[in-house]
């Protein structure tokens, strides 16, 4: 047979180098990896292959609450092919939880499920469809027990509790055990303040729960080591996040589980969490054979986090001239049966919940529950999405009741640098709010009745209901919405965020070379085109090696929080700064007496020269180089911020701000209820582009999930067992090219004094604005008052 | 059971094939070729996309059995079944002339916004690799259509697929054609560049 033989493991992620890619920072580099990406060649992680390889399965639980009575493996275990069944008996250290900031999350389910789909055991198998069909052969007897959905009851006072004798750090402080956290803001006074107001208005809102739905499923493969560890190759957004979680339940020490990131098929958050990594590990070790685990779709739905859903109640006023007088907001987010991310999303919802406006006086407060929903945690936007949809509703909902045009009524109160948050931050960068709504609103209108062509058929494609024909133009009408949005960049609340980088400068055949080596996750986002050009910028070369991100080499912190190119930017920045000095050093030491510049001139590295500040050339930087080989690995960290304060949710807790705004143009078919969103205009401050082709890629791309949150997305939990109803590409719906509309993008660059190169993180910030845009718009086409999302064809025919 | 058929013209038999297996786990895990993605395995994702005797299907729901005797092309042979092409039918498009989008109006592409200084580049590429691509993958890269890169392969088999049948798509058409296969991370608005594009250098070329 045909059948290639291959040694292991194939497909390990290879150097990317960048020979011929130039380019430094500002220039629209193309990817390294992007020849690989279209030849099929790029290894990712459900692509790993090991000769000798078993397949890993998973056995999730079938009800969302219930007292496991007993497992039964043994027909399991019987089956030819198998070659181990894992239950929570099996797990081989103390430690058997992990968890990003509270350690509550089972490896293997112990006594009790708390969501549907838990992991209760585990199978390893010669074929994935002999693990498979083991796995169903594992006989469990469940109890099940009164399940906790929503806020009502969560906190009844009989309410069963999810956790029971938490002793993790926010316990000490939440007014119920089933509240992950919860964190006021205070500043003013909203009720005085409330008297001063010539309108107030009121609004419920609903926010869906989201899925990440990024294609590359959950993989990997775990290798065990002739040293009783592990190598294990998978796709992760913080390698050493992993590790801290992996290494305690394996009962091993750090150093003896090597990671090494495999390519990744997208994040969006839903990979900050453990899925498979410790039970392909826990199957490794176990079998003494590599194994791998590639989930299919519909695991993948239970195999990580999804955005919180939440509900929010908000009190906004105003004085007739426009002007906000006070806010008032209560955030009440879903978490679901594990912490996972849910106190940090709170801190963000509340510092966030006022919106990119001026309120001098605000009572907010924000908590995450816990209950038996799927666990929700990262996902990009990261608490502010929940918060934007709400304040921008009740933006228009103000700027209606004052009968003011709602642009201009944002720009009466949007906030600019010097402005103070709900937290007594000061804004000391620019924030340019009420520009960005200016740009958006001045672009041209698509045309009216785009399906219409002259002296011809209505072209369905461009209508509601597109190719299913369901009208030719008739019940079709047009709104227009507008929404902004803000987002802090980085890790908040006082967390140590810093990054390492690792950067080598030798000659190789004659050509100085430059290495950079971090444990950032390439998910998709472009980190790998910016380190090159990064440091072709700073070390004056062409070419540039990015070794694979592994855990050989400091942390990199998170692919999240629109951080990366801020963060390990920075320490690529800083290391190359470090390296360049060095280099110089030398060339003081080997030429310094052939030209006074070297002593007294600023020398730079420019076209693989050492030149001086007025462009005169000293030397080659391969002379200088030769013989010599530089490597240098630092940390990078942003300036430190504070936790807010339990009581008056004071503190200087963000990093940055980054802002985005959107226009939407849509066509409703009133009679259907059938939404075309016709164009979706982005205005967004990204501080300083280092690549603008990947910055506008990350700002359609942004705006398309929101469009998705806005009219389709959500996983739907039944509220009477906390089953998910729709885990599948089939019934979970993300929008195809023909929901996508025309996105044109418009990018300011005011540079952040505080950041690298004066950039602004820019990922999440267009998820952001752009589904409260898409609401608006449709509001303004139906008159209706939607106040949830999705908005569902019933939604708008009120069947 | 075992399954004869042709993988990017070459004849490969697989053997110990188990009747429930889809194409994709043939070509994934038995062929070693894993260009063909695995994203939803129900037909609703587009990543696995393959060409099945000329015609885009997605492997993940053709049973292995059913390829016997049959060709099949994956983005793996992507290139090679593109230069064939041309060598078969040297400028092959629009005979009537009146089909899809003038090439002034692809021209029209931009990759970037019209305020960022930069324009679309007409030609070439900055990978220097060019040699052994088909035009839809370099131009792919080109227009910054790739990002995590996961719906790559399926994208980009379903493309040249409407490229050969459409050479001048309109947008329309383009959306059309790709309308089977998700893309999470870019916004679509890059591919529908890169799709452009690649109709614009083709006719550029004829």
């Known amino acids: 047979m045909a059948q290639k033989t291959r040694t292991a493991p194939a497909g390990t992620p290879t150097n990317v180098t960048q020979k011929h890619t130039k380019g430094g920072i500002g220039e629209s580099t193309l990817r390294p990896d992007g020849t690989l990406k279209v030849t099929g060649e790029f290894a990712y992680s459900s692509d790993m292959w090991h000769e000798d390889m078993l397949w890993g399965q998973t056995l999730r639980s079938t009800v969302a609450h219930a007292e496991i009575e007993n497992i039964d493996i043994s027909e399991a275990v019987a089956m030819p092919g198998v070659y181990a069944v894992l239950t929570y008996d099996d797990l081989p250290a103390k430690t058997k939880n992990y968890g990003l900031e509270i350690q509550d999350t089972p490896v293997l389910a112990h006594g009790r499920v708390r969501h549907h789909g838990e992991p209760v055991a585990l199978v390893a198998a010669d074929h994935p469809e002999t693990a498979r069909r083991a796995a169903a052969k594992i006989k469990i007897d469940y109890r099940e027990l009164p399940v906790v959905t929503d806020e009502a009851s969560a906190l009844a006072p009989d309410a069963p509790l999810i956790h029971e004798g938490r002793d993790d750090h926010h316990a000490g402080h939440v007014p119920h055990p089933n509240i992950v956290h919860r964190q006021p803001i205070i500043r003013g006074n909203a009720d005085e303040a409330a008297k001063r107001a010539d309108v107030i208005v009121r609004g419920e809102y609903t926010f869906g729960m989201q899925d ?76 003494g054979k590599p194994v791998k685990i590639v989930y299919n779709r519909f695991e993948s739905f239970f195999g990580h986090v999804h955005r919180h859903p939440a509900k929010l109640s908000y009190e906004h006023g105003a004085t007739r001239d426009g002007k906000l007088t006070h806010m008032k907001c209560k955030i009440v987010l879903d978490g679901g049966a594990y912490a996972s991310a849910s106190p940090a999303v709170v801190g963000n919802a509340s510092s966030l919940s006022v919106g990119p406006y001026v309120v001098d006086d605000v009572d907010i407060e924000a908590i995450a529950l816990y209950t038996n929903n799927p666990p929700c945690g990262a996902m990009r936007g990261f608490g502010a999405v929940q918060a934007c949809f709400a304040y921008e509703a ?299 082709l990947s910055v506008v890629g990350q700002i359609q791309g942004g705006t398309t999930q929101g469009l998705g949150v806005a009219v389709m997305e959500e996983i739907i939990v039944d509220p009477k067992t906390a089953k998910v109803r729709n885990p599948s590409f089939t019934d979970y719906l993300i929008p195809t090219i023909l929901d996508t509309p025309t996105m044109p993008v418009d990018v300011l660059e005011l540079a952040d004094p505080n950041a690298p190169y004066g950039l602004r993180g820019l990922g999440e910030a267009p998820t952001l604005s752009s589904t409260p845009a898409v609401l608006a718009a449709i509001r303004a086409a139906t008159g209706l008052e939607l106040n949830k999302t999705p908005v569902r064809p019933e939604h708008l025919t009120g069947t | 059971m075992r399954v004869n058929f042709t993988v990017n013209g070459r004849k490969q038999e697989a053997d110990d094939v188990w009747e429930g297996e889809s194409l994709l786990y043939v070509l994934r895990e038995r062929m070693g070729l894993p260009g063909s993605k695995n994203a939803c395995e129900q037909g609703e994702c587009g990543s696995c996309t393959v060409r099945l005797d000329g015609v885009p299907v997605c492997s993940c729901l053709v049973a292995a059995g059913q390829v016997e005797g049959r060709e099949v092309v994956t983005v793996e042979g992507l290139a090679d079944y593109a230069a064939h092409r041309t060598d078969a039918h040297p400028g092959a498009g629009c005979a009537s002339g009146a089909c899809g989008t003038s090439l002034d109006a692809a021209k029209q592409w931009q990759a970037l916004p019209s305020n960022s200084g930069l324009r679309p580049r007409a030609q070439g590429s900055q990978t220097g690799e060019a040699g052994g691509l088909a035009p839809i993958q370099q131009a792919f890269i080109d227009a910054g259509a790739v990002q995590c890169g996961f719906c790559t392969p399926g994208l980009l088999v379903a493309a040249d697929e409407l490229l050969e049948r459409n050479p001048e798509p309109s947008d329309a058409d383009i959306r059309e054609a790709l309308s089977g296969n998700l893309c999470r991370c870019t916004g679509y608005e890059k591919i529908l560049d890169a799709v452009r594009l690649a109709a614009a250098r083709q006719e550029e070329a004829v």
């Open chain 1, 212 to 287: 990440q739905a990024f294609l590359g499923p959950e993989s990997g493969l775990a290798v065990p080591a002739e040293d009783g560890g592990v190598d294990l190759y998978v796709a992760t957004q913080w390698l050493h996040s992993d590790l801290q979680q992996i290494a305690p339940v394996l009962g091993l020490p750090p150093e003896k589980v090597r990671m090494t990131l495999s390519g990744v098929g997208g994040a969006f958050g839903g990979r900050e969490d453990i899925s498979m990594q410790i039970h392909a590990c826990l199957l490794a070790l176990r079998t």
């Open chain 1, 394 to 692: 009740q933006m228009d909902k103000v700027a209606a009741k004052l009968g003011m045009d709602p642009v201009e009524f944002r720009q009466l109160n949007a906030m600019e640098q010097g402005s103070i948050m709900p937290t007594g931050q000061v804004v000391d960068s620019p924030a340019p709010v009420a520009e960005l709504l200016r740009r958006v609103k001045a672009r041209p209108m698509p045309p009216e009745q785009q399906w219409l062509v002259a002296g011809e058929e209505a072209d369905v494609r461009a209508l509601p209901g597109g190719l299913s024909n369901t009208t030719h133009g008739e019940g079709v009408v047009r709104g227009v919405g507008y929404a902004v949005g803000i987002k802090n960049v980085g890790f908040s609340e006082g967390f140590d965020d810093y990054s390492t980088a690792r950067v080598r400068l030798e000659v190789i055949n004659g050509e100085p070379v430059a290495m950079v080596h971090t444990a950032m996750a390439e998910v998709g986002q472009g980190g790998v085109t910016v380190h090159a050009q990064i440091a072709r910028t700073e070390l004056g070369v062409t070419q540039v090696t990015i070794h694979p991100a592994d855990t050989q080499v400091g942390s990199a912190g998170s692919t999240s929080a629109s951080r990366q190119t801020y963060m390990t930017g920075g320490a690529v920045k800083n290391t190359c700064e470090a390296v360049r000095a060095k280099a110089l050093e030398i060339g003081r030491r080997k030429f310094g007496s052939y030209h006074p510049a070297w002593a007294t001139a600023e020398l730079l590295l420019e076209g693989g020269t050492v030149v001086t500040d007025g462009g005169e050339v000293l030397a080659d930087l391969a002379d200088v180089l030769e013989g010599e080989e530089i490597d240098v690995e630092l940390e990078f960290r942003h300036r430190p911020t504070q936790a807010f304060d339990l009581v008056t949710g004071q503190g200087n807790g963000h990093v940055q701000y980054t802002f985005a705004a959107h226009r939407a143009v849509v066509e409703v078919d009133t009679e259907l209820g059938l939404v075309k969103v016709v164009e979706l205009a982005t205005a967004q401050d990204v501080g300083k582009a280092l690549n603008m």
